[in-house]
């Protein structure tokens, strides 16, 4: 018990322990959407959007919580609605203009970031460093997740249906286009909440990996929903303690201890795991035997 009740005796690791319950929940929660749409690629360009508009904020307003927020919000909304134009005005797909869009955001925040007028650490954006949250993070990250979870599980049925049969909802009077535009919102929000733990460069590890693992187990979608966002909470829990007790990030802890599991669920998945793929392949000459 001691593995667990020391750490708890520090009140960073406190506040640490509640965003990761928060965060790994909520992005757990909405990475069923992710992988159901299957926008994975999508989502990690919009992750590294953010690192611009942290650039800019700190440049213009200096380094604090409503600048960075600010910063990251108004990048990676240019950058999403951006790609969207650049889509439907040319011949080019979203996928392409996204990374155009995102890798010249990017390199243009790392060439930002020489110019700031404080002493940044560019590391803990791009890797997070969620031991050193402060009060305001944690309720940032709260008050995210309280709207994410509550719009997204209000309006999970029409936007399951939005993912699976988009005609069809847009038939029953589903507002399929204002939907979508809902859901790039809640991402980027959430993509911006999980800026302090795991950074630009491995929040899409949080917003894809527990809903995919979760995927391999189970055909319901409702478990989907719920496991993704009790893997992602779990995972983000134990991954904290185990690099306070290694001396290791945390941010890469998260998602190397989802990742671990991922791999377990992909090797052993009693229906969809690779094990029971090779016992079906060699049963079927059998069968028809």
């Not at 159901?36 to 990690?44: F, N, T």
């Not at 040319?90 to 243009?108: H, V």
């Not at 509550?150 to 936007?159: E, F, G, S």
């Amino acid at each position: 018990m001691d593995w667990i009740t020391e750490p708890l005796q520090l009140v960073h690791i406190q506040r640490a322990l509640m965003i990761c319950l928060l965060a790994g929940f909520t992005n757990g929660y909405l990475s069923a959407f992710v992988v159901l749409r299957k926008s994975a690629l999508q989502v990690g360009s919009l992750s590294q959007t953010l690192l611009p508009g942290i650039a800019l904020g700190v440049l213009l307003f200096g380094l604090s919580q409503v600048s960075l927020f600010a910063g990251a919000l108004t990048a990676a909304l240019t950058v999403g609605v951006g790609s969207l134009l650049i889509a439907r005005s040319s011949r080019l797909c979203q996928d392409t203009a996204l990374a155009i869009l995102y890798t010249t955001a990017f390199a243009g925040g790392v060439a930002l970031m020489e110019f700031a007028p404080v002493d940044v650490d560019i590391d803990q954006f791009l890797f997070g460093n969620i031991l050193f949250a402060s009060p305001a993070d944690l309720r940032t990250v709260f008050w995210v997740s309280l709207i994410a979870l509550t719009t997204l599980t209000a309006l999970r049925r029409p936007l399951i249906l939005m993912l699976f049969e988009p005609s069809a909802a847009s038939a029953v009077g589903v507002p399929v286009r204002s939907l979508n535009y809902l859901l790039l919102g809640l991402l980027i929000l959430v993509l911006i909440s999980t800026l302090q733990a795991v950074g630009c460069l491995l929040a899409l590890g949080l917003l894809v990996t527990p809903a995919a693992t979760v995927y391999l187990l189970t055909d319901r979608v409702e478990i989907l929903f719920w496991g993704g966002g009790a893997l992602g909470a779990g995972s983000a829990t134990f991954a904290l303690f185990l690099s306070h007790h290694l001396d290791v990030g945390t941010g890469p802890a998260i998602i190397l201890t989802l990742g671990t599991l991922f791999f377990v669920a992909w090797i052993f998945s009693p229906k969809y795991g690779l094990f029971a793929g090779l016992l079906s392949r060699l049963k079927r000459p059998t069968a028809t035997a």
